[in-house]
């Protein structure tokens, strides 16, 4: 399961540095066919993610928001 998450983390992970942000969200989701996610509430999930603050996700974070 771990594998798993650590491919769609890398997925949404654009840029590859390690850290999702709301506008690789909202890049990758519009891909996929949702064009109407606005920038505050892209951020706004970042948020509910982001346990450090950061206004981030990085791969740990992502993962515990999974359960895993």
């Given amino acids: ?3 798993a998450a650590r491919k769609v983390f890398d997925r949404y992970d654009v840029d590859g ?9 909202r890049q ?3 891909e996929l ?3 109407g996610v606005t920038a505050e509430a892209a951020q706004d999930l970042i948020d509910t ?6 206004r981030k996700v990085s791969f740990e ?6 359960g895993l």
């Fill in 17 to 25: 540095d390690g850290q999702l942000t709301a506008e690789e969200y």
């Fill in 49 to 54: 993610i982001d346990t450090d603050g950061d």
């Fill in 61 to 66: 974070e992502f993962r515990a928001s999974m």
């Fill in 33 to 35: 066919g949702d064009t």
């Fill in 28 to 30: 990758v989701v519009a």
């Fill in 1 to 3: 399961m771990a594998a």
